[in-house]
């Protein structure tokens, strides 16, 4: 506090005192002999020695006038009041999803806590809005009790660095942020001042209790083993340096690799759109919209391949092995006679393009069941609708041009499965192919007749099914896909 | 359609598969479902500033925030209701911050949908406010802006999982 002003007379005794941040002023005001004809205006005259009009606080002018008119004094009451400057304030990048954050999961740290669903990113969509760019605001300046100017600061603007994935969101007015979306499908990432949408997980380590399971948006990469109970699902690839251990589920929308060993178990399964490649398989139950690649040995696996299964430097030993086009493999069974089954399905049932309409087919019905929900009674009756509120009638109008829409497209699907069925068979020219040991046990078979090798057979040879005279037949070796 | 078809189409639709409530949309964080932008109110503001600004934008909450944006309370239509009406004659001379909620439950955007139900469920209360790092709101959730999303989602399920053909 520092005194400012002092004044006397026979009304009053004033003493103004302003405070260190300079923004308060403070009266102490003694009454004199002559107090009870002390003004309103002599006092503001005073004050304006010291600061300026629109500061002062004429309420409490009036009642310390009142006040000193009763003969009563104060000490140290504020009369006049500055403004403080508003800061600018800085840029920011304020995220609106999760980040990936190893090790920093949502459980809980008291009571039970699921390992296996730690919930550590989000799946981001392609066009999500991710973010939001806050630009830094310029502050106003304030003024100090005596009418002077404070000096206000501008926020500084915050810098970032985004890269493909991430763009700004056009067509938006907004003066005080601009919102970021994200370009691919993926997780958000922000490393330093760079923030990235990542198309594919990698797992450097094994896939264990510090990650959870796994259902991601774009492709998967472990670096190391997939620990046993954990599963993976992706809509892109699926790659395991490591090992799977056991009772794992893996689910891809495109290709499954693990370069290590896999072991099966009785609630695992490998399910890939695509393709299937394994170092070394045992107990494995796996489909494949494409190839299963076996690169050592596979025993007691069940493979259906809605392509072919090739094994050109492997050993099959037990299990089943289901494909379409058929198999190529260096030594199928063993010197014990274990009993290894392939099964050749080349009707029009099991080629992967009837089944994928087929599959089309059975989704759209799927969906016009939803669809059949949400649109309730007003599908039946349609008559309804103009009668109901505008903005529900659009909604439902809008969800019947959309039920039509999908029974239009399963319609014609229905009639493509008719135009499959219809047309000639094409020619089959499955074989099972074998460069090494055909071993004594090994069971060729198609939906009509089977052979069981007795005797082990050497390689190159190719066994190739009939139709005609519903035999399998030895022939000289010829590959699977030419060149 | 009556109950017992309309009962037979849900089964059907699960039998097939049909996920009516896509996984994992709990999971998804509150910003990600398009936050609304929310209407702020200086604490100086009388209860007449909050009516007109309810009416003029067709709310039913307004945040009340310091000199600094920060959050310092909620005022919804239900304090209006509960507090304000037949009990304040001067609505004008009557200051917000008086009949706000002081300090309301506010999350991250980061924090999950399932976390901002449970928090609405729990707390009894239809609005949460969403604040950055700072304290500063970024936007408001409400029950029916979840609803909304949940419904969204649903239908957006039904075609992601087809490609049409026609």
């Known amino acids: 506090m520092r005194v400012v002003h002092r004044f006397q007379n026979e009304r009053m005794q004033l003493e103004l005192s302003i405070s260190d941040d300079k923004l308060k002023l403070f009266a102490q005001v003694v009454p004199g002999e002559k107090h009870e004809d002390a003004q309103v205006s002599e006092l503001i005259e005073q004050l304006l020695q010291v600061t300026v009009e629109p500061l002062i606080e004429g309420v409490v002018v009036d009642d310390i006038i009142a006040q000193l008119r009763e003969g009563k004094g104060c000490e140290g009451r504020r009369i006049a009041k500055g403004e403080s400057p508003v800061l600018g304030r800085d840029g920011k990048l304020v995220w609106l999803v999760r980040r990936f954050k190893p090790g920093n999961s949502n459980q809980p740290t008291k009571e039970l806590s699921d390992f296996y669903n730690l919930g550590l990113f989000e799946n981001i969509e392609a066009g999500k809005e991710v973010a939001r760019l806050y630009k830094p605001t310029s502050g106003s300046p304030g003024m100090d009790v005596q009418g002077k100017p404070l000096p206000s600061r501008a926020g500084k603007a915050f810098n970032a660095r985004f890269d493909k994935t991430i763009q700004f969101k056009p067509d938006e007015s907004r003066d005080d942020y601009q919102t970021l979306i994200a370009t691919v499908s993926g997780y958000a990432h922000e490393e330093g001042d760079k923030v990235t949408i990542c198309e594919t997980l990698v797992i450097s380590n094994n896939l264990d209790y510090e990650m ?240 069981e090798i007795k005797d082990s057979q050497k390689g190159p040879i190719s066994y190739r099914p009939l139709e005609a005279s519903s035999e399998w037949v030895v022939q000289e070796y010829q590959p699977l896909f030419k060149g | 359609m009556d109950q017992k078809t309309l009962l037979s189409t849900i089964h059907s639709a699960c039998a097939r598969g049909v996920q009516l409530i896509p996984p994992n949309i709990l999971c998804a964080s509150i910003g990600s479902i398009g936050l609304k932008d929310p209407f702020t109110m200086p604490m100086t503001a009388t209860l007449q500033d909050c009516l007109d600004a309810m009416q003029k934008y067709k709310v039913g909450s307004l945040l009340v925030c310091d000199a600094e944006g920060k959050l310092k309370g909620i005022f919804t239509e239900r304090d209006f209701v509960m507090k304000v009406m037949g009990k304040v004659s001067n609505l004008a001379a009557a200051l917000v911050t008086d009949y706000m909620t002081k300090d309301p439950v506010r999350e991250q955007p980061e924090a999950s949908l399932a976390f901002a139900l449970s928090v609405m469920s729990h707390g009894g209360f239809r609005h949460v406010p969403i604040v950055d790092h700072e304290d500063i709101p970024i936007g408001i959730v409400s029950v029916k802006d979840v609803v909304d999303y949940f419904v969204q989602k649903m239908l957006d399920g039904i075609f992601d999982s087809i490609d049409i053909d026609v």
């Open chain 1, 212 to 451: 959870g399971h796994i259902d991601f948006v774009g492709g998967v990469k472990v670096g190391g083993d997939v620990q046993k109970g954990f599963h993976i699902k992706a809509r892109g690839d699926i790659e395991i340096v490591g090992s799977v251990l056991g009772e794992n589920q893996l689910t891809s929308d495109a290709s499954i690799i693990v370069r290590g060993f896999h072991q099966g178990g009785a609630e695992s399964f490998v399910r890939a759109r695509a393709n299937y490649t394994v170092g070394i398989a045992q107990g494995v139950q796996a489909e494949a919209g494409g190839t299963i690649s076996v690169k050592k040995e596979a025993r007691d696996c069940t493979f259906r391949a809605s392509v072919a299964v090739l094994a050109p430097e492997a050993i099959i030993v037990g299990g089943t092995v289901w494909c379409v086009k058929g198999f190529e493999g260096k030594q199928l069974g063993n010197d014990m006679a274990v009993r290894t089954v392939v099964e050749i399905r080349n009707e029009l049932e099991v080629t992967a393009e009837y089944r994928q309409v087929e599959e089309s087919i059975s989704k759209h019905e799927a969906a016009l069941a939803a669809l059949e929900l949400h649109i309730g009674p007003y599908l039946q009756n349609r008559k309804r609708v103009p009668l109901l509120n505008p903005k529900f009638r659009m909604k439902i109008t809008d969800l019947i041009g959309k039920y039509d829409y999908v029974q239009a497209s399963v319609e014609k699907l229905k009639e493509k499965i008719k135009a499959m069925k219809a047309a000639k068979p094409p020619e089959a020219d499955s074989r099972v192919n074998v460069t090494g040991v055909a071993h004594a046990g090994l069971v060729l078979s198609t939906s009509a007749f089977s052979l």
